[in-house]
C-alpha cells in the first residue's frame, strides 16, 4: 500500500508511514458492491453461490434460503433443475482485489 500523506510505498504491516510519519491506515479487503445486479458471490457459498446471491441481494437470510431451496428439493424435486438453471443464468461477482492494488497496475 502507499501512503496517503506523500505517496511512498509503506509496509502493509506498518501503521506509520517511515519517509513522513504519518497514520498509515490498513485497508485490508473492500467489498465492491454491485447494485441492481443478482450476482453469484464467491463467498459465502455452498456450491454455486446461488441461495447466497438471492439471500444477499433480496436481504434475506441466508439460512432460511437453503433451507426452502433444500425443502423445494425434498418435497417437489423441481429444487435441483432450478439450482442449475439459476447457476447458468446469475453471473458470478467479479473478484474482490485489495484497494492496495486497484490502479497501481498489479
Ligand atoms: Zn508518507
New binding site residues.
Given amino acids: 500500500m502507499y ?1 496517503s ?4 510505498p ?1 509496509d502493509t504491516a506498518a501503521r506509520y ?1 517511515p ?4 497514520v498509515v491506515q490498513p485497508t485490508g479487503f473492500v467489498r465492491v458492491p454491485v447494485f441492481g445486479q443478482l450476482t453469484r458471490p464467491r463467498y459465502p457459498r455452498v456450491f454455486g453461490g446461488v441461495c447466497s446471491g438471492l439471500a444477499l441481494h433480496y436481504g434475506w437470510d441466508i439460512t432460511t434460503v437453503r433451507l426452502l431451496w433444500v425443502l423445494c428439493v425434498i418435497l417437489g424435486g423441481t429444487g435441483v433443475l432450478a439450482y442449475i438453471i439459476a447457476w447458468i443464468v446469475i453471473p458470478e461477482a467479479p473478484y474482490v482485489l485489495p484497494e492496495s492494488n486497484i490502479g497501481s497496475g498489479v
Fill in positions: 501512503c500523506h506523500c505517496g511512498r509503506v508511514c519517509a513522513c510519519g504519518a
